[in-house]
């Protein structure tokens, strides 16, 4: 029973940070609720018993994407004015959308059952535990480069998006 109001509660989150993502004015705030998006995908996935894919949703969407993505806001560097002149309909279509999608979901779920048992993993799979310490073992130098890298790209971004006083 907690594990269904866990569920549900994350899937709430995720589809109300996902709107809050497309209706926002400020690029900053939507990539913002992007990550919060990702974090509740996160949680769903770990509710489901598949941690090494929620890690994977923090590690890599959370992280190095969501980088990527305020790399490109930092550059572009949009007036909010101009933004604000087509959210209105942007948001009409994104509403009549989201209508369409909820009034599908809903009819698929009274169709069909909601939970289906997934098929056990064997044993080909590593575990999660089993790549982390390979991650932090055999693999430490070239993910200690790549989190140089990733910091070298931010330190760059920061140095190209900042306005000249």
Do not use: H
Not at 126 to 133: R, V, Y
């Amino acid at each position: 029973m907690f594990e269904a109001i866990l569920f549900y509660s994350l899937a709430a989150v995720a589809v109300i940070s996902a709107l809050l993502v497309v209706t926002r004015v400020n690029p900053i705030s939507s990539a913002l609720m992007l990550v919060v998006c990702f974090m509740a995908t996160a949680g769903v996935f770990a509710i489901l018993g598949a941690a090494f894919i929620a890690i994977l949703q923090i590690l890599l969407y959370a992280g190095a994407i969501m980088v990527l993505f305020i790399f490109v806001i930092m550059l572009i560097g949009t007036d909010p004015a101009d933004l604000k002149r087509r959210q209105m309909t942007f948001a009409k279509i994104l509403g009549a959308a989201a209508a369409v999608y909820l009034a599908i979901v809903l009819g698929l779920a009274a169709w069909r059952p909601p939970f289906i048992a997934a098929p056990m993993a064997g044993d080909a799979f590593l575990s999660p535990a089993t790549i982390g310490k390979q991650l932090v073992t055999t693999y430490l130098l070239p993910f200690e480069i790549l989190s140089v890298l990733l910091l070298i790209a931010i330190v760059g971004a920061v140095v190209l998006a900042k306005k000249k006083i």
